[in-house]
């Protein structure tokens, strides 16, 4: 389209809905499907559901934290495999685990500043599919004989002569460490658990809760209609998240060796797990979708995408971010009427509550007079969290803002706050309204 | 110049043999260093035992210096002020842990033993540091950090009151002696009741690995300059200061200008004329100024003045680096030798800066480099010896004659220092010479750069009129 409007744009974007591939374990049904294929899936999945004409489409903007080493634009990957039309432009996101909800952000943007219409935004992630990489030495030795056309049989037999085995020819495994702290962060979690009092009870009782949660939504279809059936390699027909315990107790999650450290606090119960899945959203200009006759669920009145010390505790960024985007809205925690908060960990999530019932913190971090407010574990995630359902990072904001936009369309209730914190000490606060 | 001991204690292989064979070789604990600049957090996640020996005056401040430093907090003993590292810890998620009774848990490798000695009255006091640190001084790890806290003897009424003060001195030292051969150090610091306040940055800087090499040294910490009201930078401390250091184009000087360059400064170096070359390059790397001068001429203080008026039009610190040795004994000792030693380490000094201070701003800081020597004295350095001794009195002298303006006056006096100048020392002397101290290695001229950023920064306002060795606990000197 003709960017007539650029910058000078004063309509509002609207969430019109979303859906979700199944969350799946890793290396399970999922793992001959890269991200790509996972979000080309979904976007299909997404357009079949909203039926609209596909040239209406601006754009997609998507986020992703695995990303293909030869095609790290997946947004525009994603775009051509899904059938869009190719003149449709396409920008990939990558913010760790708030990846999926920096992607609907900036879609946001582009609606609210003019430049588009209806964009699709979302995210993926293929855990199954981290790249094993040749280490860099070995690029280096390599690439001036292979790309020089002067090169002739005996400068490769050089080459191979010149090759030590371990340090240029030993793949190196992905990793899973912080590239600043060296950290795990699983580790980051356990010292966020310890000097935040975090026992491995509450820890997991909040697992327990995100299971029950989550079980209880898939049984009762509450959760049945964000998820689309996909279709594997193999030709099976994936149509339910694989994750999620029904049957899990307190007994059980005890029974679990700490995961990060000897004596810790964290186990895999109380741990998000590896996973592959995918989630998109469909937003517009309020005058687009009045146009194309379609009901809005929400809206976004604020967000604040910030980050914190990762040497300090990397994961306690949602505790500025949520205060922030209340301040953006002009409203405290008594006008949100639902709270879903990311857990990658339950210690994490455990950390950021307690910090934002204290008083101490508000006044010398955040500069406020009184704490946030008191928030109890049971009142959060109310359709379960990421311990439950998985955690695709790119795809997890995405899932967050299908799940509360439903919600605050099926419940009548007026606002829903999310938060998600991430690697490098990342984090976003966002709050969506109900549509007017 | 490398150090074959040092080495040969690095490979793990080699140090497990000769300690199985137990051979007589020494075996000295490889130092941590901090690498890059001052961090927010010097001692981020790692754990500190705190103890209170007798009320708990200086419990605000301690508390307050180590969660910023980002410590793990452990009070020992009955009677602690838990309530007031709760209280500020709790924004921060720092809040302190009892350490049970039964002393330090088998787990716990503390970093730091810090003991707070201030409401000592009595000789008999004493057996509270004792009962603490004989606790948990066999768990301390390797590089640790022991400090001591007292008020200083001289502003204490009760001679009781004053030997306990003084005990604590040869009851601190003694621990550096033991824990030196795990590489860790044992530091006493005597804190003014009223300069309470400025503990922070001391604290900072001794229970980081910037103090590896010091070690068994009395720190005072007074209230004789004034400072400015607001609180010091402990990042980039230096930032937006002029510094002048002497001496400059190699070792300690070249390695304190590159640390005064890191930390903010924008740096002078100097040196002679024939080191033009070295010097230029330093200067490009640091983004500094080259000041090419042979501090001993006549018109040295103009052309250093000049140069600071015209493009700076002040100066923040002067780090009086330059020095040289000229050793015969006294009966074979010609005018020549005595004139050079005298004139470059101290007569100079004093003749730069009887320009040069009007010159430095409020908050400046002077630091000379004295010596070992001067302290103790050596065989055939009697030149050196005298121009280093005099350095001593001539910092006590002017420490008080500026500190109205707010400009501190300090000296350090290292020890075995491995540079060009100790490298030729004869090998066997060198080789005695760099096991007599707790540590039983010779220092690094990063260790006396550290130490020159670290008296030049804003935090520092507690030192003036001190010698501060850097020698890693030596053997010689009092």
């Known amino acids: ?436 | 110049m490398s150090d074959f001991f040092l080495n040969l204690s690095g490979n793990p292989a080699a140090k497990k043999l000769i300690t199985k064979l137990g051979l007589p070789v020494p075996m000295p604990p490889i130092l941590k260093r901090a690498k890059g600049p001052w961090e927010d957090r010097p001692v981020n996640d790692l754990p500190v035992i705190v103890c209170h020996g007798k009320g708990g005056a200086l419990a605000s401040v301690m508390a307050g210096t180590l969660i910023s430093a980002g410590a793990e907090i452990w009070l020992a003993g009955e009677n602690q002020p838990a309530e007031v590292y709760a209280g500020l810890g709790e924004a921060w998620s720092r809040k302190p842990i009892a350490l049970p009774e039964s002393g330090c848990p088998e787990s716990l490798r503390p970093h730091g033993l810090v003991f707070d000695a201030t409401g000592f009255e009595t000789a008999d006091d004493m057996k509270i540091a004792y009962r603490f640190f004989h606790s948990c001084i066999r768990q301390l790890r390797s590089c640790g950090r022991i400090i001591v806290i007292t008020r200083p003897p001289s502003a204490i009424s009760s001679a009781g009151e004053a030997a306990a003060a003084r005990g604590l001195q040869g009851f601190t030292r003694s621990m550096g002696r033991e824990v030196g051969k795990k590489g860790s150090t044992a530091n006493l610091i005597t804190v003014d009741a009223d300069a309470d306040e400025r503990l922070e940055a001391v604290l900072r800087f001794f229970l980081s690995t910037r103090s590896a090499y010091i070690s068994g040294q009395p720190i005072h910490v007074s209230s004789a300059v004034p400072s400015p009201s607001a609180k010091p930078l402990f990042t980039k401390p230096l930032e937006g200061k002029i510094a002048l250091v002497t001496g400059a184009a190699r070792g300690i000087g070249a390695e304190t200008a590159a640390a005064m360059a890191r930390e903010g400064a924008k740096v002078i170096v100097m040196d002679l004329p024939k080191d033009e070359e070295a010097l230029k390059q330093l200067a490009a790397r640091l983004g500094g100024v080259p000041l090419m001068c042979d501090i001993t001429a006549p018109d040295a203080p103009d052309a250093v003045c000049n140069l600071v008026a015209e493009k700076f039009g002040g100066l923040d610190i002067a780090i009086h680096n330059a020095g040289i040795t000229r050793d015969k004994t006294l009966g074979k000792m010609d005018d020549k030798l005595w004139d050079q030693a005298l004139g470059v380490n101290l007569l100079s000094v004093i003749r730069v800066n009887e320009k040069l201070i009007g010159q430095i701003r409020e908050g400046g800081r002077i630091v000379c480099l004295s010596s070992i020597a001067g302290i103790a004295g050596n065989f055939g350095q009697t030149n050196y010896s005298a121009s280093k001794a005099g350095i001593i009195g001539y910092v006590q002298a002017l420490s008080k004659e500026l500190a109205p303006k707010g400009i501190t006056v300090n000296a350090m006096a290292p020890g075995f220092i491995e540079t060009r100048l100790t490298a030729a020392i004869p090998l066997m002397t060198r080789e005695v010479a760099r096991r007599l101290c707790n540590l039983s290695q010779g220092g690094l001229p990063s260790d006396v750069a550290e130490t020159a950023v670290y008296l030049s920064s804003p935090g520092a306002v507690g030192h003036t009129g001190q010698i501060l060795r850097v020698c890693g606990g030596s053997f010689v000197g009092a």
């Open chain 1, 1 to 436: 389209m003709d960017n007539a409007t650029n910058g000078r744009g004063n309509s509002r974007a609207v969430i019109i809905g979303g859906v979700r591939t199944p969350f799946l374990r890793a290396f399970g049904d999922f793992m001959l499907m890269d991200t790509i294929a996972l979000g080309a899936a979904n976007v299909q999945k997404l357009l079949e559901k909203f039926p609209i004409d596909k040239k209406e489409i601006n754009g997609v903007v998507w986020g992703g934290v695995i990303l293909p080493g030869q095609s790290a634009n997946i947004g525009r990957e994603i775009t051509l495999d899904s059938g869009l039309p190719r003149e449709v432009e396409a920008t990939t996101v990558t913010r760790a685990c708030t990846s999926g909800m920096k992607a609907i952000a900036m879609a946001v943007e582009a609606i609210e500043r003019g430049d588009a219409d209806v964009m699709i935004a979302g995210g993926s992630d293929s855990t199954s599919n981290a790249e094993v990489k040749m280490p860099q030495s070995f690029v280096h030795k390599t690439a001036p004989v292979t790309m020089s056309s002067k090169s002739g049989p005996m400068d490769y037999l050089k080459l191979a002569a010149r090759m030590k085995i371990r340090k240029d020819l030993m793949p190196q495994r992905p990793s899973v460490r912080e590239r600043s702290t060296k950290e795990l962060m699983g580790e980051s979690a356990e010292k966020m658990a310890g000097r935040n009092g975090i026992t491995r009870e509450a820890q997991d009782a909040l697992a327990l809760q995100s299971h029950q949660r989550a079980a209880e939504s898939i049984r009762n279809g509450r959760l049945a209609q964000e998820v689309c059936s996909v279709v594997n390699t193999k030709g099976k027909v994936v149509s339910a998240d694989n994750l999620v315990r029904a049957d899990t107790s307190l007994e059980k999650l005890a029974k679990l060796k700490p995961a990060f450290k000897k004596g810790g606090t964290l186990t895999a119960g109380n741990s998000s797990p590896l996973t592959d899945g995918s989630a998109a959203v469909l937003l517009m200009s309020r005058e687009k979708a009045k146009a194309l006759g379609l009901a809005p669920l929400a809206e976004f009145r604020s967000w604040s995408f910030d980050a914190v010390d990762p040497w300090d505790q990397m994961l306690m960024g949602p505790a500025f971010s949520i205060p922030r985007a209340l301040k953006k809205a002009g409203m405290t925690l008594k006008d949100i009427g639902v709270i879903d908060i990311h857990e990658a960990f339950a210690a994490q999530v455990l950390s950021i509550l307690k910090m934002l019932g204290n008083d101490k913190f508000a006044q010398e971090r955040l500069g406020l007079s009184k704490a946030v407010g008191e928030i109890l574990p049971e009142q959060i995630n109310i359709h379960g969290g990421s311990i439950a359902l998985g955690h695709p990072f790119g795809a997890t904001g995405a899932r967050m803002v299908i799940t509360m936009a439903n919600e605050l369309k099926l419940s009548g209730k007026e606002s829903a706050v999310m938060a998600i914190c991430g690697a490098g000490g990342v984090s976003v606060g966002a709050i969506i309204v109900a549509a007017s």
